[in-house]
Protein backbone atom coordinates (compact mmCIF):
# COMPACT_ATOMS: atom_id res chain seq x y z
CA UNK A 1 0.00 0.00 0.00
CA UNK A 2 1.32 3.65 -0.73
CA UNK A 3 0.32 7.11 1.41
CA UNK A 4 -0.23 9.73 -0.84
CA UNK A 5 0.22 13.46 0.43
CA UNK A 6 -0.89 16.25 -1.58
CA UNK A 7 -0.21 19.45 -0.83
CA UNK A 8 -2.67 21.85 -2.93
CA UNK A 9 -4.67 25.23 -3.07
CA UNK A 10 -7.14 25.77 -0.45
CA UNK A 11 -9.87 26.68 -2.90
CA UNK A 12 -9.11 23.12 -4.63
CA UNK A 13 -10.45 21.14 -1.72
CA UNK A 14 -13.63 19.99 -3.21
CA UNK A 15 -12.58 19.95 -6.49
CA UNK A 16 -9.47 17.01 -5.21
CA UNK A 17 -12.08 15.47 -2.78
CA UNK A 18 -14.84 14.65 -5.24
CA UNK A 19 -12.30 13.36 -7.56
CA UNK A 20 -10.89 11.33 -5.29
CA UNK A 21 -14.72 9.92 -4.16
CA UNK A 22 -15.09 9.29 -7.52
CA UNK A 23 -12.60 6.52 -8.03
CA UNK A 24 -13.54 4.94 -4.99
CA UNK A 25 -11.00 6.46 -2.25
CA UNK A 26 -13.49 7.16 0.65
CA UNK A 27 -10.71 7.99 3.51
CA UNK A 28 -8.99 10.81 3.70
CA UNK A 29 -6.83 13.00 5.96
CA UNK A 30 -7.05 17.28 5.90
CA UNK A 31 -4.94 19.86 7.30
CA UNK A 32 -4.49 23.18 6.75
CA UNK A 33 -0.29 23.95 6.78
CA UNK A 34 1.80 26.97 5.73
CA UNK A 35 4.59 26.14 3.62
CA UNK A 36 6.76 27.84 1.12
CA UNK A 37 7.70 26.85 -2.63
CA UNK A 38 8.54 28.45 -5.63
CA UNK A 39 5.24 30.81 -5.33
CA UNK A 40 6.54 33.87 -3.43
CA UNK A 41 4.40 35.26 -0.79
CA UNK A 42 2.36 38.98 -1.11
CA UNK A 43 3.64 41.90 0.32
CA UNK A 44 1.54 43.35 3.36
CA UNK A 45 1.31 46.60 4.61
CA UNK A 46 0.92 47.93 8.13
CA UNK A 47 1.01 52.11 8.66
CA UNK A 48 3.89 52.32 5.46
CA UNK A 49 6.01 49.37 6.82
CA UNK A 50 6.49 46.42 4.56
CA UNK A 51 6.05 42.50 5.55
CA UNK A 52 6.62 40.40 3.05
CA UNK A 53 5.54 37.06 4.45
CA UNK A 54 6.41 34.31 2.37
CA UNK A 55 4.52 31.21 4.05
CA UNK A 56 1.62 30.43 2.18
CA UNK A 57 -1.67 28.78 2.86
CA UNK A 58 -2.27 25.30 1.75
CA UNK A 59 -4.30 21.91 2.35
CA UNK A 60 -2.59 19.13 2.74
CA UNK A 61 -4.96 16.09 1.72
CA UNK A 62 -3.64 12.46 2.81
CA UNK A 63 -4.71 8.58 2.11
CA UNK A 64 -3.36 5.85 1.83
CA UNK A 65 -4.61 3.06 -0.91
CA UNK A 66 -3.93 -0.30 -2.46
CA UNK A 67 -0.90 -0.11 -4.79
CA UNK A 68 -3.04 -0.87 -7.56
CA UNK A 69 -5.12 2.09 -6.99
CA UNK A 70 -2.00 4.92 -6.18
CA UNK A 71 -1.41 5.88 -10.29
CA UNK A 72 -5.05 6.43 -10.55
CA UNK A 73 -4.99 8.58 -7.32
CA UNK A 74 -2.67 10.27 -8.31
CA UNK A 75 -3.87 11.34 -11.59
CA UNK A 76 -7.19 12.32 -10.22
CA UNK A 77 -5.41 14.86 -7.84
CA UNK A 78 -3.42 16.16 -10.76
CA UNK A 79 -6.76 16.50 -12.83
CA UNK A 80 -8.26 17.94 -10.08
CA UNK A 81 -6.07 20.16 -8.13
CA UNK A 82 -4.26 21.61 -11.84
CA UNK A 83 -4.31 25.56 -12.46
CA UNK A 84 -0.91 25.27 -14.76
CA UNK A 85 0.29 28.41 -12.27
CA UNK A 86 2.85 28.37 -10.21
CA UNK A 87 1.96 27.18 -6.58
CA UNK A 88 -0.35 24.21 -7.64
CA UNK A 89 1.27 22.24 -5.14
CA UNK A 90 2.90 18.94 -4.64
CA UNK A 91 2.26 15.39 -4.28
CA UNK A 92 4.55 12.83 -2.30
CA UNK A 93 4.25 8.93 -2.25
CA UNK A 94 5.75 6.27 0.57
CA UNK A 95 5.29 2.93 0.98
CA UNK A 96 3.36 2.13 3.55
CA UNK A 97 3.98 -1.28 5.70
CA UNK A 98 0.43 -2.09 7.19
CA UNK A 99 -2.68 -0.77 7.98
CA UNK A 100 -5.36 -1.91 10.89
CA UNK A 101 -8.92 -0.81 11.00
CA UNK A 102 -9.18 -0.03 14.98
CA UNK A 103 -12.94 -1.39 14.81
CA UNK A 104 -12.61 -4.76 13.55
CA UNK A 105 -9.09 -5.49 13.58
CA UNK A 106 -8.62 -6.04 10.19
CA UNK A 107 -5.24 -5.42 8.28
CA UNK A 108 -3.29 -5.11 5.13
CA UNK A 109 -5.77 -4.19 2.36
CA UNK A 110 -8.74 -4.45 3.89
CA UNK A 111 -8.47 -2.01 6.41
CA UNK A 112 -8.18 0.73 3.83
CA UNK A 113 -11.43 1.59 1.93
CA UNK B 1 -26.65 86.49 22.16
CA UNK B 2 -23.90 84.33 22.75
CA UNK B 3 -21.52 86.88 23.34
CA UNK B 4 -23.65 88.84 26.11
CA UNK B 5 -24.07 85.19 27.57
CA UNK B 6 -19.99 84.70 27.73
CA UNK B 7 -19.62 88.32 29.19
CA UNK B 8 -22.26 87.85 31.82
CA UNK B 9 -20.33 84.57 32.28
CA UNK B 10 -16.94 85.58 32.42
CA UNK B 11 -17.97 88.59 34.72
CA UNK B 12 -19.23 85.92 37.11
CA UNK B 13 -16.44 83.79 36.79
CA UNK B 14 -14.45 87.12 37.80
CA UNK B 15 -16.46 87.54 40.67
CA UNK B 16 -15.77 83.94 42.00
CA UNK B 17 -12.47 84.65 41.32
CA UNK B 18 -12.39 87.75 44.10
CA UNK B 19 -14.57 85.50 46.16
CA UNK B 20 -11.97 83.06 45.86
CA UNK B 21 -9.14 85.18 47.24
CA UNK B 22 -11.09 85.92 50.27
CA UNK B 23 -13.47 82.65 51.20
CA UNK B 24 -12.08 79.00 51.37
CA UNK B 25 -14.31 77.82 48.26
CA UNK B 26 -15.81 79.05 44.88
CA UNK B 27 -19.29 80.03 45.55
CA UNK B 28 -21.90 78.29 43.83
CA UNK B 29 -24.51 80.44 41.59
CA UNK B 30 -26.43 80.42 38.30
CA UNK B 31 -29.42 78.30 37.28
CA UNK B 32 -29.31 74.89 35.93
CA UNK B 33 -30.25 74.55 32.74
CA UNK B 34 -31.42 71.12 31.68
CA UNK B 35 -31.06 70.61 27.60
CA UNK B 36 -27.34 71.61 28.90
CA UNK B 37 -27.05 69.27 31.34
CA UNK B 38 -28.52 66.81 29.56
CA UNK B 39 -25.55 67.27 26.46
CA UNK B 40 -22.81 67.48 29.43
CA UNK B 41 -23.65 64.39 30.77
CA UNK B 42 -24.46 62.56 27.30
CA UNK B 43 -20.71 63.86 26.39
CA UNK B 44 -19.33 62.43 28.98
CA UNK B 45 -21.02 58.85 28.93
CA UNK B 46 -19.72 59.17 24.95
CA UNK B 47 -16.24 60.30 26.35
CA UNK B 48 -16.07 57.48 28.99
CA UNK B 49 -16.58 55.14 26.22
CA UNK B 50 -13.65 56.06 24.03
CA UNK B 51 -11.42 54.97 26.71
CA UNK B 52 -13.13 50.54 25.65
CA UNK B 53 -12.94 52.22 22.52
CA UNK B 54 -8.71 53.07 22.50
CA UNK B 55 -8.64 49.41 23.98
CA UNK B 56 -10.04 47.59 21.22
CA UNK B 57 -8.02 50.03 18.77
CA UNK B 58 -4.78 49.34 20.06
CA UNK B 59 -5.56 45.50 21.00
CA UNK B 60 -5.76 44.58 17.16
CA UNK B 61 -2.64 46.14 16.80
CA UNK B 62 -0.69 43.96 18.84
CA UNK B 63 -0.07 39.88 18.61
CA UNK B 64 -2.85 37.62 19.40
CA UNK B 65 -0.59 36.41 22.86
CA UNK B 66 -1.35 40.19 24.14
CA UNK B 67 -4.78 41.26 23.06
CA UNK B 68 -6.31 41.35 26.93
CA UNK B 69 -3.52 42.95 28.62
CA UNK B 70 -3.75 45.77 25.74
CA UNK B 71 -7.28 45.89 26.04
CA UNK B 72 -6.64 45.82 29.50
CA UNK B 73 -4.40 48.89 29.84
CA UNK B 74 -6.69 50.94 29.09
CA UNK B 75 -9.91 49.17 30.63
CA UNK B 76 -8.32 49.29 34.07
CA UNK B 77 -7.51 53.13 33.99
CA UNK B 78 -11.55 54.11 34.05
CA UNK B 79 -11.57 52.42 37.22
CA UNK B 80 -7.96 53.51 38.53
CA UNK B 81 -8.25 57.31 37.49
CA UNK B 82 -12.14 57.12 37.69
CA UNK B 83 -11.78 56.67 41.85
CA UNK B 84 -8.09 58.53 41.68
CA UNK B 85 -10.16 61.80 40.10
CA UNK B 86 -13.48 61.80 42.92
CA UNK B 87 -10.79 60.87 45.90
CA UNK B 88 -7.72 64.20 44.94
CA UNK B 89 -7.69 64.20 41.09
CA UNK B 90 -10.05 66.68 40.61
CA UNK B 91 -9.35 69.31 43.28
CA UNK B 92 -5.67 69.25 42.45
CA UNK B 93 -6.86 69.79 38.82
CA UNK B 94 -9.56 72.10 38.76
CA UNK B 95 -9.59 73.30 43.20
CA UNK B 96 -8.90 76.45 43.87
CA UNK B 97 -5.49 77.54 42.39
CA UNK B 98 -2.48 77.38 43.89
CA UNK B 99 0.47 79.69 42.71
CA UNK B 100 -0.79 79.09 39.10
CA UNK B 101 0.80 75.49 38.94
CA UNK B 102 -1.82 73.03 40.82
CA UNK B 103 -5.15 73.08 42.42
CA UNK B 104 -5.21 73.08 46.29
CA UNK B 105 -6.70 70.31 48.36
CA UNK B 106 -9.80 72.18 49.13
CA UNK B 107 -12.24 69.86 47.10
CA UNK B 108 -10.64 66.42 48.06
CA UNK B 109 -13.26 63.63 48.11
CA UNK B 110 -15.65 66.37 45.96
CA UNK B 111 -15.76 68.38 49.48
CA UNK B 112 -17.68 71.88 48.02
CA UNK B 113 -18.26 69.72 44.77
CA UNK B 114 -22.04 70.57 44.45
CA UNK B 115 -24.81 70.04 42.25
CA UNK B 116 -25.22 73.75 41.49
CA UNK B 117 -23.36 75.47 38.99
CA UNK B 118 -20.30 77.22 39.37
CA UNK B 119 -19.83 79.78 36.71
CA UNK B 120 -15.94 79.58 37.35
CA UNK B 121 -16.09 76.91 34.58
CA UNK B 122 -19.77 76.33 33.70
CA UNK B 123 -22.32 78.27 34.87
CA UNK B 124 -25.38 76.18 33.11
CA UNK B 125 -24.56 72.79 34.57
CA UNK B 126 -24.18 71.26 37.81
CA UNK B 127 -20.41 71.65 39.08
CA UNK B 128 -20.54 67.65 39.40
CA UNK B 129 -21.63 67.39 35.75
CA UNK B 130 -18.38 69.68 35.03
CA UNK B 131 -16.39 67.58 37.02
CA UNK B 132 -17.70 63.68 35.91
CA UNK B 133 -17.26 65.17 32.23
CA UNK B 134 -13.93 65.82 33.16
CA UNK B 135 -12.98 63.11 34.62
CA UNK B 136 -13.32 61.08 31.83
CA UNK B 137 -10.78 63.22 29.77
CA UNK B 138 -8.51 62.19 32.82
CA UNK B 139 -8.82 58.48 32.15
CA UNK B 140 -8.32 58.45 28.33
CA UNK B 141 -4.80 61.05 28.75
CA UNK B 142 -2.85 57.82 30.43
CA UNK B 143 -4.70 55.61 28.77
CA UNK B 144 -3.23 56.93 25.26
CA UNK B 145 0.27 56.37 26.87
CA UNK B 146 -0.47 52.93 26.98
CA UNK B 147 0.29 52.29 22.99
CA UNK B 148 4.11 52.84 23.61
CA UNK B 149 4.60 50.37 25.77
CA UNK B 150 2.47 47.53 24.45
CA UNK B 151 3.33 44.32 24.83
CA UNK B 152 6.21 44.47 27.56
CA UNK B 153 5.37 46.71 30.59
CA UNK B 154 4.63 44.51 33.91
CA UNK B 155 1.34 45.25 34.72
CA UNK B 156 2.08 46.21 38.68
CA UNK B 157 4.35 48.84 37.19
CA UNK B 158 1.73 49.98 34.63
CA UNK B 159 -0.59 50.48 37.97
CA UNK B 160 2.06 52.55 39.49
CA UNK B 161 3.34 54.53 36.81
CA UNK B 162 -0.05 55.50 35.77
CA UNK B 163 -1.29 56.52 39.13
CA UNK B 164 1.97 58.47 39.94
CA UNK B 165 1.72 60.09 35.66
CA UNK B 166 -2.24 61.40 36.18
CA UNK B 167 -1.75 62.86 39.68
CA UNK B 168 2.01 64.45 38.56
CA UNK B 169 1.51 64.88 35.02
CA UNK B 170 -2.35 65.19 33.78
CA UNK B 171 -3.36 67.12 36.79
CA UNK B 172 -0.95 69.74 36.94
CA UNK B 173 -1.02 70.02 32.65
CA UNK B 174 -4.81 70.37 33.01
CA UNK B 175 -4.99 72.97 35.90
CA UNK B 176 -2.59 75.10 33.66
CA UNK B 177 -4.65 74.68 30.98
CA UNK B 178 -7.97 75.27 31.76
CA UNK B 179 -8.33 76.29 35.32
CA UNK B 180 -8.91 80.12 36.69
CA UNK B 181 -5.37 81.00 37.72
CA UNK B 182 -3.34 78.75 35.45
CA UNK B 183 -0.57 80.14 33.96
CA UNK B 184 -1.11 78.95 30.37
CA UNK B 185 -4.41 80.06 30.32
CA UNK B 186 -3.42 83.40 31.50
CA UNK B 187 -0.60 83.23 28.87
CA UNK B 188 -3.84 82.89 26.61
CA UNK B 189 -2.84 80.00 25.35
CA UNK B 190 -6.39 78.65 23.55
CA UNK B 191 -6.89 74.31 23.66
CA UNK B 192 -11.10 74.31 23.55
CA UNK B 193 -10.66 70.22 24.48
CA UNK B 194 -7.32 69.25 24.66
CA UNK B 195 -4.93 69.23 22.12
CA UNK B 196 -1.98 69.94 24.52
CA UNK B 197 -3.26 68.67 28.04
CA UNK B 198 -4.79 65.38 26.63
CA UNK B 199 -2.62 64.39 23.40
CA UNK B 200 0.66 66.65 23.74
CA UNK B 201 1.26 65.68 27.33
CA UNK B 202 0.18 62.04 25.94
CA UNK B 203 1.94 61.47 22.82
CA UNK B 204 5.36 63.20 24.70
CA UNK B 205 5.01 60.46 27.46
CA UNK B 206 4.73 57.42 25.26
CA UNK B 207 7.83 59.00 23.59
CA UNK B 208 10.31 58.90 26.35
CA UNK B 209 8.29 55.49 27.57
CA UNK B 210 9.45 54.11 24.40
CA UNK B 211 13.49 55.58 24.67
CA UNK B 212 13.38 54.15 28.15
CA UNK B 213 11.77 51.21 28.41
CA UNK B 214 13.45 49.88 24.71
CA UNK B 215 12.39 47.35 22.12
CA UNK B 216 10.29 44.83 22.18
CA UNK B 217 12.04 41.28 21.54
CA UNK B 218 12.41 40.70 18.02
CA UNK B 219 11.90 44.04 16.49
CA UNK B 220 13.10 44.11 13.56
CA UNK B 221 14.12 40.82 12.97
CA UNK B 222 10.47 38.87 13.57
CA UNK B 223 7.42 39.75 11.74
CA UNK B 224 5.44 41.56 14.24
CA UNK B 225 2.16 42.29 12.55
CA UNK B 226 -1.38 43.42 14.13
CA UNK B 227 -3.64 40.67 14.74
CA UNK B 228 -7.27 42.01 13.70
CA UNK B 229 -7.68 44.60 11.83
CA UNK B 230 -11.04 44.52 12.44
CA UNK B 231 -11.08 45.24 16.15
CA UNK B 232 -9.40 48.04 15.39
CA UNK B 233 -10.87 49.80 12.98
CA UNK B 234 -14.01 48.89 15.21
CA UNK B 235 -12.34 51.02 17.80
CA UNK B 236 -11.56 53.67 15.79
CA UNK B 237 -14.84 53.82 14.47
CA UNK B 238 -16.37 53.98 18.41
CA UNK B 239 -13.43 56.71 19.20
CA UNK B 240 -14.74 58.90 16.41
CA UNK B 241 -18.16 58.52 17.47
CA UNK B 242 -17.09 59.19 21.30
CA UNK B 243 -14.87 62.28 20.41
CA UNK B 244 -18.54 64.56 19.61
CA UNK B 245 -19.05 64.19 23.31
CA UNK B 246 -14.89 64.88 23.48
CA UNK B 247 -15.00 67.97 21.43
CA UNK B 248 -19.04 69.42 21.19
CA UNK B 249 -18.95 68.73 24.54
CA UNK B 250 -16.31 70.79 25.74
CA UNK B 251 -18.60 73.85 24.94
CA UNK B 252 -20.57 72.85 27.89
CA UNK B 253 -23.53 73.38 26.42
CA UNK B 254 -26.09 72.82 24.14
CA UNK B 255 -26.29 75.11 21.77
CA UNK B 256 -24.02 76.90 18.43
CA UNK B 257 -20.99 76.41 19.82
CA UNK B 258 -21.15 73.02 20.66
CA UNK B 259 -22.70 72.54 16.71
CA UNK B 260 -19.93 74.00 15.37
CA UNK B 261 -17.26 71.82 17.29
CA UNK B 262 -19.54 68.92 16.29
CA UNK B 263 -19.13 70.18 12.66
CA UNK B 264 -15.74 70.79 12.34
CA UNK B 265 -14.88 67.60 14.09
CA UNK B 266 -16.49 65.28 11.97
CA UNK B 267 -15.09 67.51 8.69
CA UNK B 268 -11.47 67.25 9.87
CA UNK B 269 -11.98 63.36 10.69
CA UNK B 270 -13.06 63.07 7.50
CA UNK B 271 -10.49 65.07 5.37
CA UNK B 272 -7.82 63.69 7.10
CA UNK B 273 -9.01 60.02 6.49
CA UNK B 274 -8.95 61.07 2.96
CA UNK B 275 -5.49 62.09 2.78
CA UNK B 276 -4.02 59.47 4.84
CA UNK B 277 -5.47 56.66 2.41
CA UNK B 278 -4.53 58.92 -0.82
CA UNK B 279 -0.76 59.18 1.03
CA UNK B 280 -1.03 55.57 1.34
CA UNK B 281 -2.12 54.82 -2.31
CA UNK B 282 0.45 56.90 -3.57
CA UNK B 283 3.38 55.50 -1.70
CA UNK B 284 2.49 52.04 -1.11
CA UNK B 285 0.08 51.53 -4.26
CA UNK B 286 -3.00 50.79 -2.06
CA UNK B 287 -5.32 52.31 1.06
CA UNK B 288 -5.32 50.17 3.89
CA UNK B 289 -8.21 50.44 6.31
CA UNK B 290 -5.40 50.78 9.27
CA UNK B 291 -4.72 53.10 7.46
CA UNK B 292 -8.13 54.78 7.28
CA UNK B 293 -9.02 53.80 11.21
CA UNK B 294 -5.02 56.05 11.92
CA UNK B 295 -5.99 58.81 9.74
CA UNK B 296 -9.23 59.08 11.12
CA UNK B 297 -7.75 59.38 14.64
CA UNK B 298 -4.86 61.41 13.21
CA UNK B 299 -7.84 64.49 12.20
CA UNK B 300 -9.68 63.62 15.72
CA UNK B 301 -6.30 64.54 17.86
CA UNK B 302 -5.79 67.62 15.36
CA UNK B 303 -8.88 69.11 15.49
CA UNK B 304 -9.20 68.93 19.50
CA UNK B 305 -7.84 72.35 20.49
CA UNK B 306 -9.11 73.70 17.40
CA UNK B 307 -12.48 72.50 17.44
CA UNK B 308 -14.22 75.60 19.41
CA UNK B 309 -12.29 78.28 17.56
CA UNK B 310 -11.94 77.45 13.78
CA UNK B 311 -14.80 76.91 10.64
CA UNK B 312 -15.23 74.37 8.36
CA UNK B 313 -12.63 74.78 5.94
CA UNK B 314 -10.01 75.30 8.37
CA UNK B 315 -10.69 71.89 9.37
CA UNK B 316 -10.51 70.28 6.27
CA UNK B 317 -6.89 72.14 6.07
CA UNK B 318 -5.97 71.14 9.54
CA UNK B 319 -7.24 67.47 8.79
CA UNK B 320 -5.67 67.31 4.97
CA UNK B 321 -2.20 68.25 6.22
CA UNK B 322 -1.93 66.26 9.75
CA UNK B 323 -2.09 63.35 7.50
CA UNK B 324 0.67 63.86 5.99
CA UNK B 325 2.73 65.15 9.11
CA UNK B 326 1.59 61.72 11.48
CA UNK B 327 2.08 59.26 7.75
CA UNK B 328 6.08 60.80 8.28
CA UNK B 329 6.50 60.78 11.82
CA UNK B 330 5.57 56.89 11.65
CA UNK B 331 7.92 56.52 8.53
CA UNK B 332 10.62 58.25 10.71
CA UNK B 333 10.48 56.06 13.50
CA UNK B 334 11.61 52.83 11.54
CA UNK B 335 14.29 54.70 10.68
CA UNK B 336 15.30 56.08 13.75
CA UNK B 337 14.54 52.74 15.54
CA UNK B 338 12.84 53.39 18.76
CA UNK B 339 9.94 51.47 19.57
CA UNK B 340 6.81 53.35 20.40
CA UNK B 341 4.56 49.95 19.56
CA UNK B 342 1.50 51.64 18.84
CA UNK B 343 2.71 55.27 17.44
CA UNK B 344 1.31 57.30 20.10
CA UNK B 345 3.90 60.19 19.77
CA UNK B 346 3.61 59.47 16.07
CA UNK B 347 -0.13 60.31 15.75
CA UNK B 348 -1.06 62.13 19.36
CA UNK B 349 2.25 63.93 20.29
CA UNK B 350 2.47 65.40 16.57
CA UNK B 351 -1.18 65.48 15.53
CA UNK B 352 -1.64 67.31 18.76
CA UNK B 353 1.18 69.46 18.14
CA UNK B 354 0.22 70.45 15.00
CA UNK B 355 -3.49 70.81 16.02
CA UNK B 356 -2.28 73.17 18.72
CA UNK B 357 -0.35 75.30 15.82
CA UNK B 358 -3.12 75.34 14.06
CA UNK B 359 -5.40 76.84 16.56
CA UNK B 360 -2.80 79.89 16.49
CA UNK B 361 -2.99 80.19 12.62
CA UNK B 362 -7.04 79.29 11.90
CA UNK B 363 -8.54 80.61 15.17
CA UNK B 364 -11.32 83.35 14.61
CA UNK B 365 -13.50 85.25 16.79
CA UNK B 366 -16.46 85.08 14.50
CA UNK B 367 -16.46 81.49 15.42
CA UNK B 368 -16.48 82.05 19.11
CA UNK B 369 -15.90 85.53 20.58
CA UNK B 370 -14.68 84.06 23.54
CA UNK B 371 -11.87 82.38 22.07
CA UNK B 372 -9.11 85.01 20.31
CA UNK B 373 -7.96 85.31 16.35
CA UNK B 374 -5.03 83.32 14.99
CA UNK B 375 -2.36 84.32 12.11
CA UNK B 376 -4.64 84.05 9.53
CA UNK B 377 -7.19 86.72 10.83
CA UNK B 378 -4.31 88.99 11.71
CA UNK B 379 -3.55 88.08 14.91
CA UNK B 380 0.26 86.85 15.38
CA UNK B 381 0.03 86.83 19.52
CA UNK B 382 -2.20 83.84 19.71
CA UNK B 383 0.78 81.50 17.83
CA UNK B 384 3.52 82.59 20.30
CA UNK B 385 0.61 81.52 23.11
CA UNK B 386 -0.01 78.09 21.47
CA UNK B 387 3.96 78.18 20.75
CA UNK B 388 4.31 78.39 24.32
CA UNK B 389 2.04 76.31 25.47
CA UNK B 390 3.26 73.39 23.51
CA UNK B 391 6.73 74.15 24.53
CA UNK B 392 6.02 73.92 28.39
CA UNK B 393 3.56 70.70 27.70
CA UNK B 394 6.32 69.14 25.77
CA UNK B 395 9.20 69.71 28.73
CA UNK B 396 6.99 68.90 31.29
CA UNK B 397 5.79 65.83 30.22
CA UNK B 398 8.96 64.29 29.20
CA UNK B 399 11.08 65.47 32.26
CA UNK B 400 8.29 64.18 34.49
CA UNK B 401 7.54 60.72 32.65
CA UNK B 402 11.64 60.31 32.63
CA UNK B 403 11.70 60.77 36.48
CA UNK B 404 8.40 58.48 36.99
CA UNK B 405 9.55 55.70 35.07
CA UNK B 406 12.90 55.98 36.93
CA UNK B 407 10.55 55.83 40.42
CA UNK B 408 8.52 53.22 39.11
CA UNK B 409 11.42 51.32 37.73
CA UNK B 410 13.09 50.94 41.69
CA UNK B 411 10.14 49.85 43.25
CA UNK B 412 8.92 47.13 40.35
CA UNK B 413 11.01 46.41 36.86
CA UNK B 414 9.46 47.78 34.08
CA UNK B 415 9.25 45.57 32.01
CA UNK B 416 8.91 41.50 32.24
CA UNK B 417 11.01 38.77 31.32
CA UNK B 418 12.26 37.85 28.33
CA UNK B 419 10.56 34.53 28.78
CA UNK B 420 7.28 35.91 29.61
CA UNK B 421 7.50 38.11 26.75
CA UNK B 422 7.95 35.50 24.63
CA UNK B 423 4.93 33.38 26.09
CA UNK B 424 2.77 36.87 25.65
CA UNK B 425 1.37 39.18 28.45
CA UNK B 426 -2.11 37.56 28.57
CA UNK B 427 -0.66 34.10 30.23
CA UNK B 428 2.09 35.91 32.04
CA UNK B 429 0.31 39.11 33.69
CA UNK B 430 -3.65 37.79 33.59
CA UNK B 431 -3.83 34.18 33.79
CA UNK B 432 -6.04 34.21 30.45
CA UNK B 433 -5.99 33.91 26.52
CA UNK B 434 -7.93 36.09 24.49
CA UNK B 435 -9.09 33.63 22.36
CA UNK B 436 -10.31 30.15 22.58
CA UNK B 437 -10.01 28.84 18.97
Sequence with gaps: MVKIE????????????????????????????????????????????????????????????PDDLAQTAVNAIVDSASTGEIGDGKIFLTRIDDAVRIRTREEGDVALG | MRKVRWVLKSGLAALAMI????????ADGGKVEPGDTAWVLASAAMVMLMTPALGLFYGGMVRQKNVLATIMHSFFLVALVGVQWVVYGYSLAFGP???????????????????????????????????????????????????AFAERMRFKSYVIFML??????????????????GWLRELGALDFAGGTVVHISSGIAALCCALMMGRRHGYGREEIMPHNVTMTVLGAGLLWFGWFGFNAGSALGAGSLATSAFVVTNTAAASATLSWCLIEALHRGKPTALGAATGAVAGLVAITPASGFVGPMAAIAIGCVVSGLCYMAI????????????????????????????????????????????????????????????????????TMTFILLKLTGALSPLRVSKEDEDIGLDLTQHGEYGYHV
Design chain 1, 6 to 65: AVIRPNKLDDVKEALDEIGVKGITVTHVMGAGKQRGRTQYYRGQEYVVNLLSKVKIETVV
Design chain 2, 331 to 398: MLKSKLGYDDSLDVFGVHGIGGMWGALATGLFATKIINSAGNNGLFAGNAALLGSQLAAVGAVVAYSF
Design chain 2, 164 to 181: LWATLVYDPICHWVWAPG
Design chain 2, 97 to 147: DFHHIIGNLSWVGLKNVTLLPNPAYAGTIPHQAFMIYQAMFAIITPALITG
Design chain 2, 19 to 26: GLASGPAL
